[in-house]
């Protein structure tokens, strides 16, 4: 069974409910009259994103890309790739960037960079989780779920080789499942 490959739950179904009522009153509140576009960046940020926003009492627009920089693996490739993007204007809007987990921090500064140019009024990020043990270069994003060690996890929307986005909580997969050997 799919639990059986979690060595340790980081980030519970409770923890993480927690989270999206802090996370989205706070927005709520740093965006009092404005309409912000969320942005999700798929495939990872769907259960985050459909939960945060039902803890957002304002009106909102959301939209996906679609990026990539593991083609598969644990490590990030730090090759940034937008494989399905958008056709909405970004230009004089409030941008709300949504993301499972900032690792290295390749693909957010990319984002960035990318709605800055493309005219965004302001840009935030917020993430579920902050690996910052895992950066390359120094960022710190907008809104933080919660802060977690160098570990690769899975779970609620982050995968590894596509499976294990459906778990309702962030656990640690053991070692056996990528390296097959026992851990
Ligand atoms: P970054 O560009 O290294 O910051 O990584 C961002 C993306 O890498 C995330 O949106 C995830 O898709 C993926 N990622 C980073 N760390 C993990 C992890 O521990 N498990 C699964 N995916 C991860």
Known sequence: MMTHDIEEILVSKEDI???CKSLGDQITSDYKNKKPLLIGLLKGCIPFMSDLVKHIDLYVDMEYLSVSSYHGGIASTGDVKIKKDSDISFKDRDVIIVEDIVDTANTITTMLELFKNR????????TLLDKPGGRLKPYTPDYIGTTIPNKFVVGYGL????LYRNLPYVGILKKSVYTNKES
């Open 17 to 19: 409910e927690a989270i």
């Open 159 to 162: 995968d590894y080789n596509e």
């Open 119 to 126: 005219g965004a009024l302001s840009v935030k990020v917020v």
